[in-house]
């Protein structure tokens, strides 16, 4: 095919005849033409791009894409151990088809005269996150955990104008990297944060807290359970010591485990923040994060959020819903560089899936995940324990993760893990490199998907390679 | 033969399912789906599982919705039919948007090969050796593209790509110890993140305004430069379609001065092989994957900010970059100057995947035509709207001067005929089976205004379709000013009492602080 007749069957105006209709109506001879007017010809390109040469056709490209994804193993041909912030869990088959529904997957930002669904149905995910979070307030979602946890700070800090956070040594290290960006400030960062000691599950040291916290401090964050899995039993008296110096207490969750895990807001967080994609979303290759804030009703949090909110009114017809854009003003789209950080294009398709999730498991369906997550996994931690040489580092209840450590193995987290790739298994997340003085730890991450069978592999697995 | 559309609109009407909200469906007891319970041998070993939470184990379940899986299934349906996505209309209307077709076969990879819906971002990068190639390649192509040196895929969508370049300014003048570098420039019509971005990145923010031109003087955007200049964050052509032609200027005197040059490329679909970062001499610039390059929206993401940059920012970006040594892809973490990370993992390679394919799927070639037509696209639908009653075209410098891929428009010589403005003429937009257009970003400079973006994905019939309903009414707004009135009269809801709700009052976010607000008991 001469490449110049090209039609393309995206772009319909490509058809040559339809082409020159069009410019006969614009009054010119060559497209070329409305640029030539319009960009001076220094700062045009004159060179061709060096791209890949096209694959024109859909089966091919098909066929191309297929043979690159195919080169990556995957946690259904693979057991999957890892978690750290996107662990493998139950979709219901209702979440893909309601993400996959065109109207939802190609919709942006109508009002909702024409978008009236879409505004409900985000409207509804900040409704049933509420109730899971036992919270008043949230925004349409965030990018991603770690941006929430790191808004929450900015919002702690304009409430009450202080310039420390205190965060846990050892945070979820991805959310700790956007964290310290997020505060960072020119000349100098205007938000310090300063780490809290843990122990080795990743528990909060109270002395450390009650020597470093002081009227500078903005808030206390905690993640509960865990970046290491560990339930943070001192969660309330944490919370007392930050609300007792004035500070705000932000609490990150993984929301998979309210159904059985009490909600911050009733120990005493302030903020709740995390990561919803364990509602219903698909590994992803990280792709299906999203972020949440929930708050009290109260205007002192409302005016801080800084996405947009979407609020239940009234029409001109009697008892029709609608909504409006709540304290627009708020926000990026409304007064620019006056707003309350920036707002754009997060994850609003992830957010409607997650409120499928809640509203498809219902009250008891969270509580019976949770139960079989923490059975699963504390199953799964007595039968690795058993192993020669191989400690599991608990120091308490934990929720879906655990340290394991192998030190007395011999061998390292990523010669482990290289071995257990023969077995298909993808053994835990190495922690060696960001908590060295853990030595050679690794977290691993059990959830409902995991069988009791799938677990007695992986310590079958993993016994074969410490002992061998 | 094509129907007339100027004069045969459709009979549209959206569906309207005067759905419940999800808790008023709410049967106690009813299940939407059963999960999986621990094993017998698994119960017997370690017990309930849950008492080990001791006093932080839940006491009072979460007030969820109980509701069965088909009254789930078909209160999802019918909201999804109450939106109005670019599958089912010709979504010219949001203009700045690009509200591009985005292929079936992209989704249908994306969404269903377990290559990428089940791989778990921590895996040994061994195991992901096609991800990482895919995101390796699209570095190259987006290179080309923009004539910059390096690419990141890591943030969520074009904001935060923004903001990741307004902190790479920041990291830049620190790594030097100029510290006194703590204002941003950027112009009134480019985007707000231009704007709030860099002020959440604690600079300050100047906002030059446009003169008759469209664009800021090139007098008063050198008054703004000083020492204290850190950068500039501007879009080209901003979001009026005017592509500014001395922005050489702007950047050789911002350079001049010391401060670096981010471009805001989110208008780039106008001049894809035609204009680039490179030769306007910028330093980094962003891409929307999920505009430009045809992944959807979402309902607002997931999305992918690309961002790009030249060789001596490098060691500012974020980590981890993926590199390939000659036979394997790897992540290096190994640059000690990053900014870190604005958001977590490889960030939405979906997203990416998608671009990817779309890319392949055009070429060099293709990638320009899709420029030229949407451009062409727009020129057209110029010719035509020129002509309805009411439309003013601000800066419109008459004979010889034309708009790349977007107009902002007006409405105000409508308003002055005939009282009704912008948002009068938008409610009726959806009674035609039209996505209502986009205003403009606050505040509005141009009075009365709306924006629409034609990109290549539209035919010549849908554009003569968009400006036919416009046209009618425009006529309706003149000659039957009653059906104005009372729009939409077709769409899933009326027009709301409070589109925008300060009044404390009156807000309620949530189903919870709806029902306390209204005095009703959960």
């Known amino acids: 095919m001469n490449k110049k007749q090209i039609v393309y069957p995206y772009i319909p105006n490509s058809v040559p005849e339809v082409k020159a209709e069009m410019m006969k109506v614009i009054g010119i001879n060559d497209p070329m033409e409305l640029y030539?007017?319009?960009?001076?010809?220094?700062?045009?390109?004159?060179?061709?791009?060096?791209?890949?040469?096209?694959?024109?056709?859909?089966?091919?490209?098909k066929r191309h894409t297929e043979e690159l994804l195919g080169k990556n193993k995957n946690a259904q041909d693979h057991l999957c151990f890892l978690g750290a912030g996107c662990a493998p869990h139950f979709v219901p088959a209702l979440c893909d088809e309601v993400n996959g529904r065109g109207e939802f997957l190609t919709a942006?930002?109508?009002?909702?005269?024409a978008d009236h669904g879409k505004w409900q149905a985000l409207f509804e995910y900040t409704s049933l996150m509420a109730e899971l979070c036992d919270?008043?307030?949230?925004?349409?979602?965030?990018?991603?955990?770690?941006?929430?946890?790191?808004?929450?700070?900015?919002?702690?800090?304009?409430?009450?104008?202080?310039?420390?956070?205190?965060?846990?040594?050892?945070?979820?290290?991805?959310?700790?990297?956007?964290?310290?960006?997020?505060?960072?400030?020119?000349?100098?960062?205007?938000?310090?944060?300063?780490t809290i000691k843990c122990d080795g599950a990743g528990l909060i040291d109270l002395d450390d807290l009650r020597s470093k916290i002081s009227s500078d401090v903005c808030a206390v964050f905690i993640e509960n359970p865990t970046y290491l899995g560990s339930v943070e039993v001192n969660a309330e008296a944490i919370g007392k010591i930050a609300k007792k110096a004035g500070a705000e207490y932000i609490v990150y969750v993984d929301p998979i485990s309210l159904g059985v895990m009490e909600a911050p807001a009733n120990y005493g967080a302030t903020i709740t923040c995390g990561d919803f994609h364990s509602l219903g979303m698909h590994l992803g290759a990280g792709g299906c994060q999203g972020g949440f804030i929930a708050t009290y009703d109260d205007m002192k949090y409302i005016s801080e959020f800084k996405d947009l909110m979407y609020g239940l009114s009234e029409t001109s017809v009697e008892g029709e819903y609608g909504f409006g854009e709540v304290l627009y003003g708020r926000t990026s789209y409304g007064s620019r560089d006056k707003a309350n950080e920036f707002t754009g294009t997060s994850t609003g398709l992830w957010a409607i899936t997650a409120g499928v999730y809640l509203a498809t498991m219902g009250p008891q369906g969270m509580e019976e995940v949770g139960t079989t997550i923490?059975?699963?996994?504390?199953?799964?931690?007595?039968?690795?324990?058993?192993?020669?040489?191989?400690?599991?580092k608990t120091g308490g209840p934990f929720f879906q993760e655990f340290v394991v450590n192998f030190d007395m193995t011999g061998k390292t987290v990523?010669?482990?893990?290289?071995?257990?790739?023969?077995?298909?298994?993808?053994?835990?997340?190495?922690?060696?490199?960001?908590?060295?003085?853990?030595?050679?730890?690794?977290?691993?991450?059990v959830t409902e998907i995991h069988t009791q069978q799938d677990i007695d592999k992986l310590v079958y697995a993993l016994n074969g390679v410490v002992s061998c | 033969m094509s129907r007339d559309r100027y004069s045969r609109f459709r009979k549209f009407h959206q569906a309207k399912w005067d759905e419940e909200i999800i808790f008023e469906l709410s049967v106690p007891g009813e299940r939407g789906v059963l999960v999986p319970k621990a094993e017998k041998e698994v119960a017997a070993a370690v017990g309930d599982g849950v008492s080990a939470l001791a006093g932080l184990k839940r006491k009072k379940a979460p007030a969820l919705p109980e509701i069965s899986q088909m009254r789930l299934n078909r209160h999802y349906l019918r909201l999804s039919q109450e939106t109005m996505g670019t599958d089912v209309n010709i979504d010219i209307s949001q203009g700045t948007c690009t509200m591009k077709y985005s292929p079936k076969v992209q989704e249908h990879m994306a969404a269903r090969h377990p290559g990428i819906t089940e791989v778990h971002p921590l895996q040994d990068p061994e195991t992901m050796q096609g991800i990482l190639e895919i995101i390796y390649k699209t570095e190259q192509i987006m290179k080309e593209i923009s004539g910059l040196d390096y690419f990141s895929f890591q943030p969520g969508g074009g904001a935060q790509a923004v903001y990741t370049n307004a902190s790479i300014i920041r990291a830049y003048h620190q790594s030097r110890g100029d510290l006194k570098r703590d204002e941003i420039i950027t112009t009134m019509f480019s985007h707000p993140c231009d704007a709030a971005t860099p002020n959440t990145a604690g600079f300050k923010v100047i906002t030059l305004m446009p003169d008759e031109n469209g664009f800021p003087p090139i007098e008063a955007f050198k008054a703004a430069l000083s020492e204290r200049t850190a950068g500039i964050m501007i879009t080209n052509p901003e979001d009026t379609g005017i592509y500014n032609p001395r922005i050489k200027e702007y950047v050789d005197a911002a350079h001049a001065v010391g401060a670096l040059?981010?471009?805001?490329?989110?208008?780039?679909?106008?001049?894809?092989?035609?204009?680039?970062?490179?030769?306007?001499?910028?330093?980094?610039?962003?891409?929307?994957?999920?505009?430009?390059?045809?992944a959807p929206h979402g309902c607002m993401g997931p999305a992918t900010g690309a961002v790009g940059y030249r060789e001596f920012l490098r060691p500012f970006m974020p980590v981890p970059r993926v590199e390939f040594d000659g036979s394997r892809y790897?992540?290096?973490?190994?640059?000690?100057?990053?900014?870190?990370?604005?958001?977590?993992?490889?960030?939405?390679?979906?997203?990416?995947?998608?671009s990817y394919m779309w890319i392949m799927q055009h070429g060099a070639e293709g990638l320009k035509e899709a420029a030229i037509c949407s451009v062409l696209n727009n020129n057209y639908m110029m010719q035509k709207l020129k002509k309805v009653p009411g439309v003013v075209m601000y800066y419109d410098f008459g004979v010889g001067k034309n708009r790349l891929e977007q107009v902002r428009w007006s409405w105000e010589k409508l308003q002055q005929d005939t009282g009704f403005g912008t948002?009068?003429?938008?409610?009726?937009?959806?009674?035609?089976?039209?996505?209502?257009?986009?205003?403009?970003?606050?505040?509005?400079?141009?009075?009365?205004?709306?924006?629409?973006?034609?990109?290549?994905?539209?035919?010549?019939d849908d554009l003569d379709e968009y400006c036919g309903v416009l046209a009618e009414i425009s006529r309706e707004c003149y000659e039957e000013p009653e059906v104005i009135k009372g729009a939409p009269h077709n769409g899933p809801t009326h027009r709301v009492k409070h589109m925008e709700i300060d009044d404390e009052e009156l807000i309620a976010v949530t189903w919870r602080q709806y029902l306390k607000k209204k005095g009703l008991k959960k």
């Open chain 1, 36 to 61: 030539e007017r319009e960009i001076p010809e220094e700062l045009r390109f004159k060179g061709e791009m060096q791209l890949p040469e096209p694959i024109y056709d859909e089966y091919s490209i």
């Open chain 1, 108 to 113: 942006y930002v109508g009002e909702s005269i």
């Open chain 1, 135 to 194: 919270m008043d307030i949230l925004s349409i979602p965030m990018y991603d955990g770690g941006t929430a946890a790191s808004s929450s700070v900015r919002m702690a800090n304009r409430i009450n104008g202080r310039g420390t956070v205190l965060v846990p040594e050892k945070m979820n290290p991805e959310n700790m990297l956007i964290m310290k960006n997020y505060t960072n400030s020119m000349p100098e960062p205007d938000i310090k944060m300063v």
């Open chain 1, 374 to 392: 923490m059975q699963r996994s504390q199953y799964a931690a007595q039968k690795i324990s058993a192993l020669p040489g191989v400690e599991v």
């Open chain 1, 414 to 445: 990523a010669e482990i893990n290289k071995a257990l790739l023969g077995y298909k298994i993808f053994g835990g997340k190495d922690l060696s490199l960001d908590f060295p003085a853990m030595g050679q730890s690794a977290l691993y991450c």
């Open chain 2, 261 to 294: 040059c981010s471009y805001d490329q989110a208008n780039a679909n106008a001049f894809l092989g035609i204009a680039r970062a490179h030769e306007a001499g910028f330093d980094m610039c962003h891409f929307n994957m999920h505009k430009t390059f045809s």
């Open chain 2, 330 to 354: 790897y992540l290096d973490y190994n640059c000690p100057q990053s900014i870190g990370k604005t958001r977590s993992f490889l960030g939405n390679f979906g997203v990416v995947l998608k």
């Open chain 2, 423 to 460: 948002t009068d003429v938008n409610m009726r937009l959806s009674d035609f089976g039209i996505q209502h257009y986009w205003t403009s970003h606050h505040p509005w400079v141009v009075p009365e205004p709306f924006t629409l973006e034609p990109c290549e994905s539209y035919s010549k």
